[in-house]
């Protein structure tokens, strides 16, 4: 609670609000316990405490994809230090984990899910993923088994796109309307996909841009990183620095 306290505060002592285009997306994928080796694509389970900590304390507070999609389309501002935080690929650590210290600093993620693991070892299962809807986080879509749609000249896009929204809005009972990008690869075919689905934005992982609500860029955050760190890579993000 008292974190939640904390951003209010600054919101009010600040004044402003933001509108960047370039909120910090922070992308997450495997969380350990205990001596657990960070880089890019790992991180401990003290080490993702000491991340959130400093970004609770500075101020920051999370925002979900449709906040970020009513910023980009009618220009409606966000709060100031906003920022969005995401894991990829169904990991079950995200559920006994991530969830607990994102809800312990009053945080909110946005978890996406290949629909293939959906309660297979070491990945969440439906109930897990039903309860992190109940919570308040957003459950979104990342393919059925992670295919490179980038540099495939054919796909199922029924399975790859249509089938996992239905899979994850059966199981939450949310609608799915966001999507990330396998590899963070895309192009404009994908894109065309993904809008006859009925996605409303999709996340990629380069600097590379294109339609602006289905190339989001997001920021892989590796495992080394301090909180103070993190917050400078989050500021050159969003062009403050």
């Not at 939640?4 to 992308?27: D, E, K, T, Y």
């Not at 501002?77 to 894991?87: A, Q």
């Not at 989001?216 to 400078?232: H, N, P, T, Y």
């Amino acid at each position: 609670m008292k974190y939640v306290i904390l951003f209010f505060l600054l919101v009010l002592a600040s004044g402003h609000a933001v509108s960047q285009r370039s909120i910090p997306i922070l992308c997450y994928h495997n969380i350990g316990n205990g001596t657990y080796k960070n880089d890019p694509l790992h991180i401990s389970r003290e080490q993702l405490n000491n991340q959130l900590k400093g970004l609770a304390d500075s101020g920051y507070h999370t925002i979900l994809p449709d906040q970020l999609v009513n910023c980009l389309t009618g220009n409606k501002p966000l709060p100031v230090r906003s920022f969005m935080i995401t894991f990829d690929d169904s990991h079950v650590e995200h559920f006994s984990i991530a969830d607990s210290l994102l809800r312990y600093y009053g945080f909110r993620g946005v978890f996406f899910i290949m629909t293939v693991t959906i309660g297979k070892p070491g990945y969440m299962n439906a109930a897990q993923l039903k309860a992190l809807a109940g919570r308040g986080h957003i459950i979104a879509a990342h393919t059925w088994d992670h295919p490179h749609l980038y540099t495939t000249g054919t796909m199922d896009w029924e399975q790859q796109l249509v089938h996992p929204k239905k899979v994850l809005e059966k199981i939450t009972g949310n609608p799915v309307w966001y999507f990330a990008y396998p590899f963070g690869e895309w192009n404009d075919t994908i894109i065309n996909h993904l809008k006859e689905s009925g996605y409303r934005a999709a996340f990629q992982l380069n600097a590379h841009q294109g339609d602006v609500l289905y190339t989001i860029r997001r920021m892989i955050v590796d495992g080394r990183f301090s909180a103070i760190k993190l917050q400078e890579k989050m500021r050159r993000f969003n062009g403050e620095e």
